[in-house]
């Protein structure tokens, strides 16, 4: 589950292709379906809202939840794809977006009624 913090007059107009972006990037580098979608914006008043200095209204937080497995350097490769698809395909910059990848283990996530290691059916591997 991806969950994106930003001001509501900013986010509002992007967030279709900031989801889109988000989506086609958690695809190439951790093989998951194009279904997979499980995106939440938050939308925030600019007055509830702060942010390091240096930044632009544009300022975005994304937290990537998932379960544990994947290695550092596929963590490393999916940030580094997100500042390059964002900056290509929104023209927003690496210094405007802040990215967490929170990790838990299977037993952690439950889904369809069962707990992630349960679960038999995936298809995509987590451990890449």
């Not at 695809?27 to 379906?33: A, E, S, W, Y």
């Not at 509830?48 to 490393?76: L, W």
């Not at 690496?94 to 290691?117: K, M, S």
Request: glycine share 6%; charged share 25%; proline share 4%.
């Amino acid at each position: 589950m991806i969950v994106v913090y930003g001001i509501a007059e900013n986010l509002n107009p992007i967030k279709a292709e900031l989801s889109d972006v988000i989506q086609s990037t958690m695809t190439h580098v951790l093989g998951l379906p194009e279904d997979k979608r499980a995106h939440r914006f938050i939308r925030m008043d600019s007055s509830d809202y702060y942010y390091p200095s240096g930044r632009t209204d544009a300022y975005a937080v994304i937290e990537i939840n998932m379960m544990a497995g994947r290695k550092v350097e596929t963590k490393k490769a999916l940030i580094k794809m997100f500042f390059e698809n964002i900056e290509a395909k929104l023209g927003i910059k690496p210094v405007d977006i802040e990215i967490t990848i929170r990790e838990q283990p299977a037993h952690c996530w439950g889904f369809r009624g069962i707990t992630g290691d349960e679960v038999k059916d995936l298809k995509y591997s987590v451990n890449v």
